[in-house]
């Protein structure tokens, strides 16, 4: 099957540093999503990209679609303690059936007070 | 997560029992897929579902599992004779979107242990 390259596996930073990950592909997805997911929890949207180039943000985060297709990547600007978790990318091909996800390895975020 | 409703939230199964997992996807969508979440990994497709029809089954094993989406009630993955593999937490989701192509939301999961 389809694999998502994503990194860092893991980021240990101080509470007000930035942060960025990002998701790489040997094919196109048409639709980049990026998920946080907390321990007990299931993944909760945050940001969703549907053009190549298009650069996206919500509050302190802010993500792109890669121009190829095939990566994107997830920026958080002044962490704090509550963006502890890990951050799923995931792709979406228009020809696979329905809104069916592949998703990355997930990146780990430790903030450190 | 509001709206995709799974439960139970957490289940443990002895090897060769049977577990039940029920996902209602959120009011008015009726798409729904099934994930499966290995600790420390990410998610797996396990399984596409429209009302009373399966789209996609690729990502589900071929013996033991199976899933139903009927025209009332929940969706339910279903897997028989259970094994320590089977352990994992296994997320439902559900899209609103007719044509598919919509963004995900997952509902908390059922964690299965199966001892």
């Known amino acids: 099957g389809q694999q998502l390259n994503q990194s860092p596996q893991s980021m240990f930073i101080q509470e007000g540093e930035d942060v960025s990950m990002n998701c790489t592909s040997s094919?196109?997805?048409?639709?980049w999503l990026w998920y946080k997911q907390d321990p007990g929890e299931g993944p909760v949207l945050l940001i969703a990209?549907?053009?190549?180039?298009e650069l996206t943000s919500n509050g302190r985060l802010t993500a792109q679609f890669g121009i190829t297709r095939k990566d994107s990547f997830l920026n958080i600007s002044a962490s704090i303690p509550s963006d502890v978790g890990i951050y799923f990318c995931?792709?979406?091909?228009?020809?696979?059936?329905?809104?069916?996800?592949?998703f990355g390895e997930g990146t780990q975020l430790t903030v450190n007070p | 997560n509001a709206g995709v409703m799974q439960n139970p939230r957490h289940l443990v199964r002895r090897r060769g029992q049977e577990a039940r997992l029920r996902c209602s996807p959120m009011?008015?969508?009726?798409?729904v897929y099934w994930y499966r979440q290995l600790p420390e990994e990410g998610l797996k497709f396990m399984v596409y579902?429209?009302?009373?029809?399966?789209?996609?089954e690729s990502g589900m094993p071929k013996e033991r599992f199976s899933a139903e989406f009927p025209k009332e009630g929940p969706s339910i993955l279903r897997i028989q004779q259970v094994v320590r593999g089977d352990s994992a937490a296994y997320f439902c989701?559900?899209?609103?979107?007719?044509?598919?192509?919509?963004?995900?939301?997952f509902g908390n999961g059922t964690r299965l242990t199966v001892t």
């Open positions: 579902l429209q009302k009373e029809n399966i789209i996609d």
């Open positions: 989701a559900s899209s609103p979107s007719r044509g598919g192509g919509g963004p995900l939301h």
């Open positions: 990209l549907y053009k190549a180039g």
């Open positions: 009011k008015g969508h009726s798409h």
């Open positions: 995931a792709g979406q091909r228009r020809e696979t059936s329905g809104s069916r996800l592949t």
């Open positions: 094919s196109i997805f048409n639709t």
